[in-house]
């Protein structure tokens, strides 16, 4: 059976052979080659970016070479619960989902220990349910569905914006707010763990990167050396915030990997997702959720603030 997909905003700059993964890499560039992936109606390379809006045909349904996480049970912090959806309070450390089959201590694996009907809901059986993700060092709040059609509600809600999402982080030096970082977001051109951020606007990376919005609500100075920002990001990318922070000159405390300092005393990059709000697909209501900052940063506040 023929299928036809339509690339989203967000997946815009994505590679045709690494979309058609669920392949596997070698199947997917046979069947580009063999002309049985079109793009647009027309023959396409392997390496060809896919821009929203164009349409990917295929002769029938790839099989996915995705997995389904062993169940396992462990420790959830549950901080919204229903019969639709979950919102739940990832610790830092926790991956959001497996890479391998054999990975175990995840997020994906203890939510299907609990809430076995995800399975198959998602962007990826990797990824039971849920709708974004987390870096593994980064701690808060994750929203989860427990059903397609709550799934596919909630997705379209996140792509239009209508799902606020609010972080705090800690970072170096002086920064004002409220601000907007408005700086598109491209794959970084030598290091493969880290993003680029475009600021000049003469940037030939520029036309492959993807938008990217960071709003700073308010910031308060603690102690003589940081900055403590709520941050609201709707459509985060990866590695966004940190990205956009690090690349004004004042990257997150503990983010070793953009530049942040004291990383040995904190032990994690400073960023938590600490609040969402959504219309209920369900009911309609308004769904606020909060999370409090973990003990390890309230920790390391009230000690920056004594300095």
Not at 275 to 292: D, K, M
């Amino acid at each position: 059976m023929a299928v036809e997909l339509e690339i989203a905003e967000e997946d815009g700059g994505t590679r045709l052979d690494v979309l058609l993964v669920g392949l596997s890499r070698m199947r997917a560039r046979r069947m580009i080659q063999d002309g049985q992936a079109l793009v647009n109606g027309r023959r396409a390379k392997k390496g060809q970016r896919l821009a929203p809006g164009d349409r990917v045909q295929m002769e029938s349904t790839p099989p996915p070479s995705d997995f389904v996480p062993a169940a396992m049970s462990g420790t959830l912090n549950v901080a919204h619960e229903d019969a639709a959806l979950v919102v739940v309070d990832k610790p830092a450390g926790m991956p959001t989902h497996p890479l391998r089959p054999d990975e175990h201590d995840t997020l994906a694996n203890v939510l299907l220990g609990r809430y076995p009907e995800m399975e198959g809901v998602g962007y990826a059986l990797r990824e039971p349910g849920i709708l974004h993700r987390l870096d593994t060092e980064t701690s808060g709040l994750v929203l989860a569905a427990r059903d397609d059609a709550t799934f596919v509600t909630l997705r379209a809600a996140l792509r239009a914006g209508a799902i606020d999402k609010r972080y705090v982080v800690l970072v170096d030096g002086a920064i004002d707010a409220p601000q907007v970082i408005a700086a598109p977001i491209a794959r970084h051109p030598s290091d493969p763990r880290r993003v680029y951020v475009c600021l000049d606007p003469q940037d030939p990376r520029l036309p492959r990167a993807r938008p990217a919005v960071t709003e700073l609500l308010d910031a308060r100075r603690v102690g003589e050396r940081f900055v403590l920002v709520t941050v609201k990001a709707t459509l985060a990318l990866r590695h966004q915030i940190r990205a956009h922070f690090a690349a004004l000159g004042h990257p997150l405390v503990g983010d070793e990997l953009y530049g942040g300092s004291s990383r040995e005393a904190l032990g994690r990059h400073f960023l938590h997702a600490s609040e969402i709000s959504f219309v209920h697909p369900g009911t309609s209501e308004l769904v606020h959720v909060t999370s409090a900052l973990p003990a390890e940063l309230g920790a390391f506040v009230e000690a920056a603030s004594r300095s």
